[in-house]
């Protein structure tokens, strides 16, 4: 019943839409919904049982212009949520396509191997884009082992030059060998033209031009550790803090280009958003103990500053919460102060004005201030409420996009350098000349690592030399450009600036998620086991898997785990298999070497079986060797799910150590035979 709902608002809204912005005239429109759902079924396979279907059309713009689209709905009826999404243009170009089934897989390793799936998305590449299909060049993607897909991209070439704006990703469901997702957002058409490569400056001319005009960003960054209450600030060299940057590859001088529909680009600035606010709501009992520390100010003072600095005065009567908080970084506690339709926070210590915001807004468009006076009244406010901090910075960007507010961003700057975690937001109202927010993120009582010996920008440069090129992008007015510019490189692309490698975003060495390749494997009894596994994201660590070796405590539920627990910390592994049961505390030996009888322990307690496992009584031996009474639970269950079935005289030998490759046949069987969890 909720998904018949569902659907009709669904479909509702799609009338609306289709009578409010038609896009076909009525005569022309039957034709072209025929010749859209004509072409679908030529690329996607929509089954029989796929019977309830809905349409409506739009326009979408895409960066080569407007195209008409055909949105395009298969649903399985009866109680069945089978879902199949078409976006298609009238010319019959597909854009989009996504499949859901609710079918469970109850298999852990995949089915079908990534070469198979690579092979599949090609097949369907082909169909899907019939003209442009030789212009394909499939790019590097991280696929994680968990996941139920395999994931392909790739970019669009021209003249062996790839397109910044143009890509097509498609994944492929790894028990089915089924294309399951399919998206693009442009076409290289043989009509587009393209800027040639004749009289262009040389990639070493680009690369200076490049430093001297664009540059690569020295700055500090933060991170902090909430498990080991930490914050660690630390210098880099940013790559790509401004993507939308390049040099024009035919006159060297510096170009914007549109980079709005890209999404191979991450933003690593998310992760230093999750970290700007540290804070928690305590309780009552917790605001009462905080309350008694000496040298807070009362919360009349904390209300009495708010409206000293601020436009709040008249929300004397309205405010509606007080309450104190910890700031986990700065050991500070802050005055919190709600009023109906504005926030305030005040340093418990200091009685400085940390941050405000008033929501209401008033507007009157005949009388807006200019973004100079706007500037004017920002300086005198901040030499005002924090004098000493906005010494320290410098203003970054003032942002104009929102019609009612300017809001303007200064950085800290620390050594010669911007810490980019540290800064003062100020909003103005463009109406009435208030401030409507006022926002500092500071650390006080710091230390800041030294820059003096850091290499330069142009070492740096040529470390990552490799990852810049030519690329046909977009200009800012969406013409086709010839740039030099990194290339499929993360926004915010951190590098360490003594040792020029690449940093994560908590300061540490960052580590590409590769897969082992095993040296020592080739033509062993289990070398397809490890491979099978290995591709699903089963592993031991380093380039020998060492197949002959006894195996390790700890090196078997690395294994065991590898697909979805990465600790790179002993004791955060442990601890996990402590909490799972899988382990006691007592047994906790890491570099011991395991037996049959150790292992099956393990399996069984992976499985969830060990409350039955110990009840000997209920087991008969299927072994041929005797097994003792505390051990016969475990290996009976071992055995019967095909999981260690002995040597070729069916015996257990309880005693004996597992090597590597056993462990690795143990962890096969237990996937793919193993009711597991």
Same mark, same amino acid.
């Given at each position: 019943?909720?998904?018949?709902?569902?659907?009709?608002?669904?479909?509702?809204?799609?009338?609306?839409?289709?009578?409010?912005?038609?896009?076909?005239?009525?005569?022309?429109?039957?034709?072209?919904?025929?010749?859209?759902?004509?072409?679908?079924?030529?690329?996607?396979?929509?089954?029989?049982?796929?019977?309830?279907?809905?349409?409506?059309?739009?326009?979408?713009?895409?960066?080569?212009?407007?195209?008409?689209?055909?949105?395009?709905?298969?649903?399985?009826?009866?109680?069945?949520?089978?879902?199949?999404?078409?976006?298609?243009?009238?010319?019959?170009?597909?854009?989009?396509?996504?499949?859901?089934?609710?079918?469970?897989?109850?298999?852990?390793?995949?089915?079908?191997?990534?070469?198979?799936?690579?092979?599949?998305?090609?097949?369907?590449?082909?169909?899907?884009?019939?003209?442009?299909?030789?212009?394909?060049?499939?790019?590097?993607?991280?696929?994680?082992?968990?996941?139920?897909?395999?994931?392909?991209?790739?970019?669009?070439?021209?003249?062996?030059?790839?397109?910044?704006?143009?890509?097509?990703?498609?994944?492929?469901?790894?028990?089915?060998?089924?294309?399951?997702?399919?998206?693009?957002?442009?076409?290289?058409?043989?009509?587009?033209?393209?800027?040639?490569?004749?009289?262009?400056?040389?990639?070493?001319?680009?690369?200076?031009?490049?430093?001297?005009?664009?540059?690569?960003?020295?700055?500090?960054?933060?991170?902090?550790?909430?498990?080991?209450?930490?914050?660690?600030?630390?210098?880099?060299?940013?790559?790509?803090?401004?993507?939308?940057?390049?040099?024009?590859?035919?006159?060297?001088?510096?170009?914007?280009?549109?980079?709005?529909?890209?999404?191979?680009?991450?933003?690593?600035?998310?992760?230093?958003?999750?970290?700007?606010?540290?804070?928690?709501?305590?309780?009552?009992?917790?605001?009462?103990?905080?309350?008694?520390?000496?040298?807070?100010?009362?919360?009349?003072?904390?209300?009495?500053?708010?409206?000293?600095?601020?436009?709040?005065?008249?929300?004397?009567?309205?405010?509606?919460?007080?309450?104190?908080?910890?700031?986990?970084?700065?050991?500070?506690?802050?005055?919190?102060?709600?009023?109906?339709?504005?926030?305030?926070?005040?340093?418990?210590?200091?009685?400085?004005?940390?941050?405000?915001?008033?929501?209401?807004?008033?507007?009157?468009?005949?009388?807006?201030?200019?973004?100079?006076?706007?500037?004017?009244?920002?300086?005198?406010?901040?030499?005002?409420?924090?004098?000493?901090?906005?010494?320290?910075?410098?203003?970054?960007?003032?942002?104009?996009?929102?019609?009612?507010?300017?809001?303007?961003?200064?950085?800290?700057?620390?050594?010669?350098?911007?810490?980019?975690?540290?800064?003062?937001?100020?909003?103005?109202?463009?109406?009435?000349?208030?401030?409507?927010?006022?926002?500092?993120?500071?650390?006080?009582?710091?230390?800041?690592?030294?820059?003096?010996?850091?290499?330069?920008?142009?070492?740096?440069?040529?470390?990552?030399?490799?990852?810049?090129?030519?690329?046909?992008? $977009?200009?800012?007015?969406?013409?086709? /450009?010839?740039? #030099?510019?990194?290339? *499929?490189?993360?926004? @915010?692309? %951190? !590098?360490?600036?003594?040792?020029?490698?690449?940093?994560?975003?908590?300061?540490?060495?960052?580590?590409?998620?590769?897969?082992?390749?095993?040296?020592?494997?080739?033509?062993?009894?289990?070398?397809?086991?490890?491979?099978?596994?290995?591709?699903?994201?089963?592993?031991?660590?380093?380039?020998?898997?060492?197949?002959?070796?006894?195996?390790?405590?700890?090196?078997? $539920?690395?294994?065991?785990?590898?697909? /979805?627990?990465? #600790?790179?910390?002993? *004791?955060?592994?442990? @601890?996990? %298999? !402590?909490?799972?049961?899988?382990?006691?505390?007592?047994?906790?030996?890491?570099?011991?070497?395991?037996?049959?009888?150790?292992?099956?322990?393990?399996?069984?307690?992976?499985?969830?079986?060990?409350?039955?496992?110990?009840?000997?009584?209920?087991?008969?031996?299927?072994?041929?060797?005797?097994?003792?009474?505390?051990?016969?639970?475990?290996?009976?269950?071992?055995?019967?799910?095909?999981?260690?079935?002995?040597?070729?005289?069916?015996?257990?030998?309880?005693?004996?150590?597992?090597?590597?490759?056993?462990?690795?046949?143990?962890?096969?069987?237990?996937?793919?035979?193993?009711?597991?969890?």
């Amino acid at each position: 019943m909720k998904r018949n709902y569902f659907f009709t608002i669904l479909l509702f809204f799609c009338l609306i839409f289709n009578i409010q912005s038609p896009v076909f005239a009525d005569e022309n429109y039957s034709k072209s919904l025929e010749h859209a759902i004509t072409r679908a079924k030529e690329i996607i396979n929509i089954p029989d049982t796929y019977t309830d279907f809905s349409h409506s059309n739009k326009t979408q713009n895409t960066s080569l212009g407007e195209v008409n689209i055909f949105e395009l709905n298969w649903s399985e009826v009866q109680g069945k949520y089978g879902n199949i999404s078409v976006s298609i243009d009238d010319k019959g170009n597909l854009y989009n396509f996504y499949k859901f089934s609710n079918k469970n897989i109850s298999k852990t390793l995949a089915s079908i191997s990534k070469d198979s799936a690579r092979q599949a998305s090609k097949e369907f590449i082909e169909k899907a884009l019939i003209n442009d299909y030789n212009y394909l060049k499939e790019i590097d993607t991280y696929n994680s082992p968990s996941n139920n897909v395999y994931k392909f991209k790739y970019k669009y070439y021209f003249d062996d030059i790839p397109l910044e704006f143009s890509y097509v990703s498609i994944s492929v469901d790894k028990y089915t060998g089924e294309v399951i997702t399919f998206n693009t957002n442009n076409y290289n058409s043989q009509s587009t033209s393209y800027p040639n490569k004749d009289n262009i400056i040389s990639k070493t001319e680009a690369s200076k031009l490049y430093l001297n005009n664009i540059g690569l960003k020295l700055n500090y960054y933060s991170y902090y550790d909430y498990k080991n209450n930490k914050l660690n600030i630390f210098p880099a060299y940013c790559l790509n803090s401004n993507p939308n940057i390049a040099i024009e590859a035919h006159s060297g001088e510096k170009v914007s280009i549109n980079k709005k529909d890209n999404h191979l680009i991450n933003d690593y600035s998310r992760y230093a958003d999750e970290n700007l606010d540290f804070s928690k709501k305590l309780t009552k009992e917790e605001d009462d103990a905080i309350n008694n520390v000496s040298g807070l100010i009362s919360k009349d003072l904390a209300i009495k500053t708010v409206k000293k600095y601020s436009d709040l005065a008249a929300f004397d009567d309205k405010i509606s919460t007080v309450h104190i908080k910890k700031n986990l970084v700065s050991n500070a506690y802050i005055w919190t102060i709600n009023f109906e339709n504005a926030s305030a926070e005040i340093d418990a210590k200091s009685n400085k004005l940390l941050s405000f915001y008033n929501y209401s807004t008033k507007k009157d468009n005949s009388n807006t201030i200019s973004q100079e006076d706007a500037q004017n009244i920002v300086n005198k406010f901040l030499n005002k409420v924090s004098p000493n901090k906005f010494k320290e910075t410098k203003l970054e960007n003032i942002n104009t996009d929102n019609n009612d507010f300017f809001k303007f961003k200064f950085i800290r700057r620390v050594n010669g350098i911007s810490f980019i975690n540290n800064y003062i937001t100020v909003s103005i109202n463009k109406f009435n000349g208030k401030i409507s927010e006022y926002n500092t993120q500071w650390y006080d009582n710091v230390k800041f690592p030294d820059i003096n010996k850091v290499l330069s920008p142009n070492t740096i440069f040529n470390g990552i030399n490799d990852k810049f090129g030519l690329e046909y992008a $977009l200009s800012s007015d969406n013409n086709i /450009t010839l740039i #030099y510019n990194f290339m *499929d490189l993360e926004k @915010n692309y %951190l !590098i360490n600036p003594f040792n020029g490698i690449r940093l994560k975003f908590t300061g540490e060495e960052y580590k590409k998620n590769e897969l082992p390749k095993y040296s020592d494997i080739n033509g062993h009894w289990c070398e397809k086991i490890i491979e099978k596994l290995l591709e699903n994201g089963y592993y031991l660590k380093g380039d020998k898997f060492n197949p002959d070796d006894s195996i390790t405590q700890i090196n078997f $539920l690395r294994y065991l785990y590898s697909q /979805t627990y990465t #600790y790179d910390d002993d *004791d955060e592994f442990y @601890n996990m %298999l !402590i909490e799972k049961g899988i382990i006691n505390e007592e047994e906790q030996l890491p570099n011991s070497l395991l037996t049959n009888k150790d292992i099956s322990k393990l399996v069984v307690k992976y499985l969830g079986y060990d409350k039955i496992a110990k009840n000997s009584y209920i087991f008969n031996n299927p072994f041929n060797d005797c097994i003792e009474d505390d051990i016969k639970g475990y290996a009976a269950i071992c055995y019967s799910l095909g999981i260690m079935t002995g040597d070729e005289n069916k015996n257990f030998n309880p005693n004996n150590n597992v090597t590597n490759a056993d462990a690795a046949k143990i962890i096969y069987n237990l996937l793919t035979k193993g009711n597991n969890k």
